[in-house]
């Protein structure tokens, strides 16, 4: 059974930096891994992906954010450097293999003075 644990969110000040990282038990190697958010009233989007050769950020994130996995620990990261306010969200890991997608359980992430 795969399961998805999540850590890392939390309250952080604007210009702040914080990592998440999700473990993806019950499966090897899966052929993506990433994150999504969801902010309150808004629908889940796509913050950053590793798909097999490839990796894909939206446009706002891109170069504040940095999405990474370890192969060998199965674990994907996602470092936020200079966090806004608007970056506040439930952020979900997203793992996808074969015919399959999952998803973790989700972290929360605020970003407020």
């Known amino acids: 059974q795969v399961k998805l644990v999540e850590s890392g969110g939390g309250l952080v000040q604007p210009g702040g930096s914080l990592r998440l990282s999700c473990l993806a038990g019950?499966?090897?190697?899966?052929?993506?891994m990433g994150w999504y958010r969801q902010a309150l009233g808004k629908q889940r989007e796509l913050v950053a992906m590793?798909?097999?050769?490839?990796?894909n950020y939206a446009d706002s994130v891109k170069d504040r954010f940095t999405i990474s996995r370890d192969n060998r620990k199965n674990t994907v990261y996602l470092q936020s450097n200079n966090l806004k306010p608007e970056d506040t969200a439930v952020y979900y890991c997203?793992?996808?293999?074969?015919?399959?997608?999952?998803w973790g359980q989700g972290t929360q992430v605020t970003v407020s003075s």
């Open positions: 590793m798909r097999g050769g490839s990796t």
């Open positions: 019950g499966i090897s190697n899966p052929y993506g």
């Open positions: 997203n793992v996808q293999h074969g015919i399959y997608t999952y």
